[in-house]
């Protein structure tokens, strides 16, 4: 690897660090409390609205006969507000916001941490330039010897491809519990907010309170691709509105109806409970969870955000209030054991004010809903970048704001299950029984990984791990536990939702893994590349061809396809290869490698594009004048270290750059030179007459070969080019020009290389894909028959194409097929 100094194209006025990565600098405390102020409304929309919904899903059973006891009620408080203590506060707040990768959470930032630190990847094409990234490793973390017993868990880990597909699997799973999340949030938040309008008012019948209720949900889908630009300034003045609303409602019923409410703080109270209730205090804990619910939204919304600014929303305003209105609504409730529990909370509130109150809790409701459906499309986009979802469209609805993201296929489907939900089940009963499993899950799923990221990347010792382990997992065990003994009554939606999602990004990773094996097994072997000479035994017609491959490294085998069923090939090819590393974000200047393959009169190139699972490929407009660039700085550092190579060696040798010193698979991380002249190249303006498109003349070559030239075809395919990107045919009339200043001192061959370059520049750039498909061999199991052929062909076939998704103009595109047998 070459270095990447500010003499190769890296200014250090333009970089960052990576301890500015992991360390930024601290926030003065105006900003840190801008910053808190507005985390309350992307971040704690969900957690807020637990109120509304947690005595209820508690008492609901046979904990109801329990009602008239004041120390059952204190009891149930009691375990709400240690539960809220350790799991949301201690756990989360104080322990796993500390896991961040690179600012971003969630468990793709955990596994993403696990992945590069140990060997546990199953993700195909990496490679050992991908561990030079500024922002791989965390800092100061450094391989020293394990203990023996860590020593043979990481080893059992790496040597058995089982147990880290069943970690990849243990993330796939959770990821879903998300997912399912942003079906189960909108159904249970916007009902059970809608559920009071029939405490002051009899005549509405519950299946109205549905049908308003699904009214809603479908205009909140609906107005997903406007984006959350429009209304996000509202976001966190409505839930800090209601988090206000919360904290003086409970201190009034405090207050008015019981103030020895505040004995219940006493763990003493959690032990009396469950000793006095047995098996349906045990049981009534699938309620309580509610009260955690929105709780993974705080690590997972953390690349939004900063740490600290989560810590101190959720530690100065979002605990204290949520605790008062728990504590208050226990105050109601112990005098009151003739209410209706299904409407504790709008019960408890003064009669004057409960419709202002019913007004917020529905914005709150809907802005908690939004939240976790911009949730939902992250981690779709996540999983897509990591190759364990099929490619869906993503429209960024900001120009400001990176991650402001919609996807139309997750958009409705999600809302076509989420009615479903609401419909179907009718009652917040039933969901939230289904929500309080799916919480659990990803609860206890964040324990595992948080356990083996202490061991692996934090480096504290199996001993620290074992404790975390054993102090959270157990209590989140308990809870799921309950959770699963409410499966028959609604608790098994999650998990059937949860499975699906899983076969889908298990079936889709397996077919995209397969293919990528099968293109490293059958390269091209350089050999025979090189017996072809430079002409590749073809007719070599002016332009650029740019080869887009999966492999990072080689010729792929569908190259020795375009060969023998093309007549002509381009002056110049480029193989490309758009990869995504396990890092959140690649930075500009690290981001493309390039490297040559064979000898130097052949003209061939590789360019790979490193992606992290949280960048968009293909949101480059002017990826082919940068390519240009990026190979004309490559040039110039090739031949600057064969010179220095040379001079080390001594004069009077051979000169190694007439004896290609390339090596094949060699890259050098090449960024776009601030001073464009420094690469002997000057860009100028649109060409007054542009000429036709590589893949045009690459079509005329076939058809004059062929002996049917049918001259006015190509033109009409390049007045439709012009017609349909326009835009992309004047980026591609940029013209590039050899530095007439610095030509003469330039080295002979560098400057013939440039040349070559800039004459294909000028002709056009075509794309060249294989379209490849992938069956299962004859002597396939029946399984894999059935994943590939069936499940894997029919996700295929229904996605987005790669030229689409990497925004390769249609009219520039070549496509080969080709059948895989895996």
């Known amino acids: 690897m070459w270095p990447t100094d500010p003499e190769y194209g890296i200014s250090p006025k333009n970089t ?182 029939q405490v002051h008012s009899s005549s509405l019948t519950h299946g109205e309170v549905v ?37 003086a409602l409970g201190v009034y019923n405090i207050v008015v109806w019981n103030p020895r409410v505040l004995r219940a703080l006493s763990p003493h109270y959690v032990v009396s409970f469950f000793r006095h209730t047995g098996k349906d205090g045990w049981i009534s804990l699938g309620g309580v969870l509610l009260s955690m619910t929105g709780t993974e939204a705080m690590y997972a919304d953390l690349g939004h955000f900063t740490a600290a600014s989560i810590r101190v929303a959720f530690v100065g305003l979002i605990y204290p209030c949520l605790v008062l209105q728990y504590m208050g609504q226990a105050a109601f409730l112990s005098k009151s054991p003739d209410c209706n529990i299904h409407f504790i909370f709008f019960e408890s509130i003064p009669r004057p004010i409960f419709w202002p109150v019913l007004v917020i809790a529905t914005l709150a409701a809907i802005v908690g809903s939004q939240a976790v459906i911009s949730a939902t499309f992250s981690i779709v986009r996540q999983c897509t970048a990591l190759g364990c979802f099929p490619r869906v469209k993503i429209v960024h609805t900001s120009n400001r704001i990176h991650g402001q993201i919609y996807s139309p296929e997750i958009n409705w489907i999600l809302m076509l299950i989420c009615l479903g939900v609401t419909v179907g089940f009718r009652d917040t009963d039933l969901i939230g029984n289904a929500y309080g499993m799916a919480c659990a899950g990803v609860m206890v799923v964040t324990t595992l990984l948080m356990a083996l990221v202490m061991v692996f990347v934090w480096q504290q010792g199996i001993l620290v791990a074992a404790m975390f382990l054993l102090a959270f997992g157990s209590v989140e065990s308990v809870y799921l536990s309950a959770a699963i003994m409410k499966v028959p009554q609604g608790g098994w939606l999650p998990l059937a939702l949860s499975i699906v999602v899983v076969a889908v990004m298990y079936i889709w990773h397996y077919g995209t893994r397969r293919r990528h094996m099968f293109d490293v097994q059958n390269k091209v072997s350089l050999k025979w590349l090189h017996a072809l000479g430079p002409s590749l035994g073809i007719v070599r017609v002016p332009g650029i061809g740019l080869i887009y491959s999966e492999l990072a490294t080689g010729v792929p085998a569908i190259f020795s396809h375009f060969v023998t069923n093309l007549p002509a090939f381009h002056q ?145 395919l390049q007045a439709m080019y012009e017609s349909e990107s326009p835009g992309f045919a004047v980026r591609r009339r940029i013209r590039f020009e050899i530095d007439g200043a610095t030509s003469e001192s330039m080295d002979p061959a560098v400057k013939e290389e440039l040349s070559a370059l800039v004459e294909a520049k000028h002709a056009g750039v075509a794309y060249i894909m294989g379209h490849s498909y992938i069956k299962a061999r004859k002597s396939s199991s029946f399984v894999k028959k059935l ?36």
């Open 211 to 247: 049908l308003l209720s699904c009214i809603v949900l479908v205009c909140l889908f609906t107005l997903q691709h406007w984006g959350t630009r429009r209304v996000a300034f509202l976001f966190a003045p409505v839930v800090v509105l209601w988090l206000l609303l919360l904290a």
């Open 787 to 822: 994943a590939i052929d069936v499940a894997y062909t029919f996700l295929r076939k229904n996605c987005r194409g790669p030229a689409v998704a990497l925004n390769i103009p249609h009219i520039s595109l070549i496509e080969v097929g080709m059948i895989y047998y895996v």
């Open 16 to 197: 960052v660090g990576i301890d500015d990565v992991y360390n930024p600098p601290p926030l003065h405390w105006t900003s840190l409390l801008v910053l808190a102020y507005q985390s309350c409304g992307v971040v704690y929309g969900d957690l807020s609205t637990s109120p509304l919904y947690v005595y209820k899903g508690t008492f609901n059973g046979s904990l109801n006969r329990f009602l008239g006891e004041e120390d059952v009620v204190f009891g149930v408080f009691s375990v709400v507000f240690w539960t809220i203590t350790l799991i949301p506060l201690l756990k989360y707040v104080f322990i796993v916001l500390s896991a961040d990768d690179n600012g971003e959470g969630g468990t793709f930032a955990l596994y993403s941490l696990l992945v590069r630190h140990a060997k546990f990847s199953l993700m195909p094409n990496q490679q050992a330039a991908d561990e030079e990234l500024s922002s791989y490793y965390r800092p100061g973390y450094a391989a020293a010897e394990d203990a023996p017993i860590l020593r043979a868990l990481r080893g059992f880990l790496e040597r058995h491809r089982k147990s880290r597909t069943c970690l990849l699997v243990t993330v796939l799973f959770g990821a879903s519990l998300v997912i399912g999340d942003g079906v189960l949030t909108p159904a249970m938040s916007v009902l059970s907010s809608f559920s009071g309008l």
């Open 572 to 716: 110049v090819l480029v193989f490309v290869c758009v990869k995504a590393v396990p890092i959140p974000h690649v930075r500009c200047y690290e981001r493309h490698l390039i490297g040559r393959i064979g000898p130097r009169e052949f003209r061939m190139y590789r360019c790979v594009v490193r992606h992290g699972y949280k960048d968009v490929p293909g949101d480059d407009n002017d990826f082919e004048n940068d390519l240009v660039v990026r190979i004309a700085e490559f040039v110039h550092m090739e031949a600057a270290e064969q010179a220095a190579a040379a001079t080390a060696a001594g004069a009077g040798g051979e000169d190694p750059r007439g004896s290609d010193a390339s090596v094949e698979g060699r890259l050098a991380v090449v960024s776009r030179p601030f001073d464009l002249s420094r690469t002997g190249l000057l860009m100028r303006g649109p060409l007054p007459n542009p000429e036709d498109t590589a893949v045009v003349r690459a079509a005329a070559a076939a058809t004059a070969a062929s002996g049917s030239g049918k001259e006015e075809t190509m033109q009409s």
